[in-house]
C-alpha cells in the first residue's frame, strides 16, 4: 500500500513506524536555558573562640570550700587567773552584735539616761569670751528688742551670716553657736555669791548704827562700858545660812522655773522652744539682778532697795518676755497666754523673795 502522499514523498514508512500528522499545530521550541552561576560571597577567616583558663577543681565545684591555713595567734601574758583564749571563731557560732532590740522600751529608758551623762551637755559649753560678753552686752542694752537675744545674739550653730564691718567683696561668714550653759551656770553663781556677800555686809552696817548711839564716846561713860560694848560690836557674826538661801533661791529661779516651763509647753503640744533655750534666757535674765545687788550693800533707805530691784525685775521680766513669748505665740496663741501671764508673776515674786530674805 503507498502512501497517499505519492511516490515522490521523501518519507519513508518504514524508518519510523509513527508516522508525523500532518494536520497538527508544530509546538514553538523551548526556550534556551542559561547556565545558573551561584553569586560568590567574600570569605571571612574563621577566628576560633578563645578559651577560658580553667578554674581549679575547688572552685567549680560550689559545695566545696577552700581551706584556710590555721593561723595560730599569739597569748598575751596572763595576769592573776584570767585566762585568754586564741583562735579562729566560728562566725556561724558568734552572736550576732546588730540584732534589733526584743523591746523598744529598754531603748527609750537608756535615752532617758543620757540627760544625766556629761558630753550630752558638753557642745553647750563650747562658748569663748567674746561670745559671753556679746550675750551680756545684749542681755542688757537690748532687753526691749524683740527677739533680738533668742535670734540675733544666741541664732543658731548652722546659720551663716554676713558680716556688716567687711568692705571686701568676699562674705566673711559668722557662725553664731546658739543656746549655751555656761553663761547661766556663771551668772548664777556669780548671783549667789553676790547676795551672800551684801546681805551679810549690809548686817554689818545695821549693826554698826545700832552700835553707834548708843556706845558714843562722852565725859560720863567709863572704861567698863566702852569695852563691853566693844566686844558686844566684834560679837556680830556673818550669817552663812544667807549663802545656802541664796544658792537654793537662784537655782530655783534660773534652772527650776525654766525647766518647769518647759514640760508644760511640751504637755500643751508647744515644743518649738528647747529646754536649753529656756534655761539661756533666764541665765542671762539674771544679769540686772547682779548689777543691782552689788549696789545694795550700802546703807540705803528701804524705799530705795525697793526701787532698785523692781528696775531689776522690770528689765529681767522684759528681757524674758520679749524673746520666749513670740515663739510661743506663733504656735498656739490661746495656750501660750498663761505663759506670758506668768512670766511677770513669777518675776514680781521672785524680787519679794531676794528683798525680804536679805535686805529686809
Not at 44 to 63: A, D, K, L, R
Not at 92 to 115: E, I, K, V, Y
Not at 219 to 227: E, F, M, P, Q, V
Not at 292 to 304: G, V, Y
Amino acid at each position: 500500500m503507498q502512501s497517499s502522499y505519492g511516490a515522490n514523498s521523501n518519507y519513508e514508512e518504514e524508518d519510523d513506524p509513527f508516522a508525523p500528522n500532518p494536520f497538527r499545530a508544530q509546538q514553538p521550541a523551548p526556550p534556551q536555558q542559561l547556565p545558573y552561576t551561584m553569586p560568590q560571597q567574600p570569605q571571612q577567616p574563621y577566628n576560633m573562640p578563645q578559651q577560658q583558663p580553667q578554674q581549679p577543681y575547688m572552685q567549680q565545684q560550689p559545695y566545696m570550700q577552700q581551706q584556710q591555713p590555721y593561723i595560730m595567734q599569739q597569748q598575751p601574758p596572763q595576769q592573776g587567773n584570767v585566762q585568754y583564749l586564741s583562735g579562729t571563731m566560728d562566725q556561724n557560732a558568734a552572736p550576732n552584735n546588730n540584732q534589733t532590740p526584743a523591746s523598744s522600751s529598754f531603748w527609750s529608758f537608756a535615752g532617758c539616761l543620757n540627760c544625766i551623762r556629761l558630753d550630752t551637755y558638753q557642745m553647750y559649753f563650747d562658748v569663748d569670751t567674746s561670745d559671753v560678753a556679746g550675750r551680756l552686752k545684749a542681755a542688757l542694752l537690748f532687753f526691749h528688742l524683740p527677739d533680738y537675744f533668742r535670734v540675733d545674739t544666741l541664732g543658731d550653730a548652722r546659720n551663716v551670716v554676713t558680716s556688716e564691718t567687711d568692705t571686701s567683696n568676699q562674705e566673711t561668714p559668722i557662725l553664731r553657736k546658739g543656746p549655751d550653759l555656761y553663761g547661766p551656770l556663771w551668772i548664777a553663781c556669780t548671783l549667789v555669791f553676790t547676795l551672800a556677800v551684801t546681805s551679810n555686809m549690809l548686817l554689818y552696817f545695821d549693826h554698826w548704827k545700832q552700835f553707834t548711839p548708843k556706845h558714843s564716846p562722852s565725859s560720863t561713860s567709863n572704861s567698863t562700858d566702852t569695852s563691853a560694848a566693844a566686844q558686844d560690836f566684834q560679837a556680830m557674826e556673818y550669817d552663812l545660812t544667807h549663802l545656802i538661801h541664796a544658792l537654793s533661791v537662784v537655782a530655783t529661779f534660773a534652772f527650776g522655773l525654766p525647766t518647769f516651763f518647759w514640760l508644760a509647753s511640751i504637755c500643751m503640744g508647744m515644743t518649738k522652744v528647747p529646754w536649753v533655750m529656756w534655761i539661756c534666757c533666764y541665765g542671762y535674765c539674771l544679769v540686772p539682778y547682779v548689777v543691782i545687788t552689788s549696789l545694795l550693800w550700802m546703807p540705803w533707805w528701804s524705799l530705795m532697795q525697793w526701787i532698785l530691784l523692781m528696775v531689776a525685775t522690770l528689765v529681767s521680766g522684759c528681757f524674758v518676755l520679749r524673746n520666749l513669748a513670740n515663739p510661743l505665740l506663733q504656735q498656739d496663741a490661746g495656750k501660750a497666754a498663761t505663759f506670758v501671764l506668768a512670766f511677770p508673776v513669777t518675776h514680781f515674786i521672785f524680787m519679794c523673795v531676794l528683798k525680804f530674805s536679805f535686805y529686809s
